[in-house]
Each structure stands twice: as structure tokens, then as C-alpha cells.
């Protein structure tokens, strides 16, 4: 969940496995490691340290998003399905 919207949600092995949202895959990025000196990829955005209101409207990660484009700052996304219970609020991943 991201400024009060859920922006993935999947059965959790499926989540741990095969992240989709960039947002989801920097909260994964930022467990640490269970065995010490092997490293994972990492995926870390820039925190968001404003305290601004949700004004856009369009996605609420956006000015965080590495793969954000024009229509993210303006159209607001439901859900898009990316799997049999798999579902993503991002137009570039649901495209893949």
C-alpha cells in the first residue's frame, strides 16, 4: 500500500517471487539479506519525505517511479491482471 492505495496484490508466495510493481519490488528490496555475504539486486526508489496531500490524478507513485511515463501523471489506473490472482496497478507492467 502506497498513500493509502494498494498498488499490488497477489497470493504472498506469488508476491515474494514475482513482484511486479516497482513500489513492491523496493519494499522487497529493503529486507535484509538472511545469509550474510550473499546479495540480492536491488530495486530502491528515492523515499518520498514530503508530507503533501494526494493531489494528482494519476498514480500515486509517480515522481518515484523508475519506468513512469506522460499518462502516470495524468489518468488515474485500476487494477490491471497480470496473473490468475495476480493483480498490479501499473499500465508498463501489466503491458509486459
Known sequence: M???QIMESAPAE???ETPRHPYTLSLLSAIPDPVPG???KTELV???LSDSLITSKGCRFQGRCPIEEPRCLEEK???EKVGE???VRC???AEK
Open 77 to 79: 489506473i485500476g487494477f
Open 91 to 93: 499500465w508498463k507492467v
Open 14 to 16: 506469488e508476491l515474494f
Open 38 to 40: 550473499i546479495r540480492r
Open 85 to 87: 490472482k495476480h493483480l
Open 2 to 4: 502506497y498513500k493509502g
Open 46 to 48: 528515492e523515499p518520498d
